[in-house]
Nanobody, 125 residues
Framework: QMQLAESGGGLVQAGGSLRLSCAAS????????MGWFRQAPGKERELLAA????????YYADSVKGRFTISRDNVKNTAALQMNNLAPEDTAVYYC??????????????????WGQGTQVTVSS
């Protein structure tokens, strides 16, 4: 069983940057697609960015395209989300997630079945 642990959240002013990290344990992540989701109060959880198991392909939601960058390091068993030019509407709990590449597509929110505990990101205006 794989476990995921996010870190790097916090409070930042609008226009600032944060880098979220996701550390995996229990399994090697190279067989998993990795994704970053967020959920704001009263809203559904949304897939923001995803990266295929090899790192060759990425997906970004329109709301973060050009501002966020997803990456992974299969040797270190980690994934990351670099977030630039943050805005108050980016305030949410951010989750790292994984889906076995045999059973789901990296760009689809439906297959992700391994989740971290989440980390809060708050952007002040």
């Amino acid at each position: 069983q794989m476990q995921l642990a996010e870190s790097g959240g916090g409070l930042v002013q609008a226009g600032g940057s944060l880098r979220l990290s996701c550390a995996a344990s229990g399994r090697i992540i190279s067989i998993y697609h990795m994704g970053w989701f967020r959920q704001a109060p009263g809203k559904e959880r949304e897939l923001l960015a995803a990266i295929s198991w090899s790192g060759a392909y990425t997906y970004y939601a329109d709301s973060v395209k050009g501002r966020f960058t997803i990456s992974r390091d299969n040797v270190k068993n980690t994934a990351a989300l670099q977030m630039n030019n943050l805005a108050p509407e980016d305030t949410a709990v951010y989750y790292c997630a994984a889906v076995d590449r045999r059973y789901g597509d990296y760009w689809s929110h439906r297959g992700y079945d391994v989740w971290g505990q989440g980390t809060q990101v708050t952007v002040s205006s």
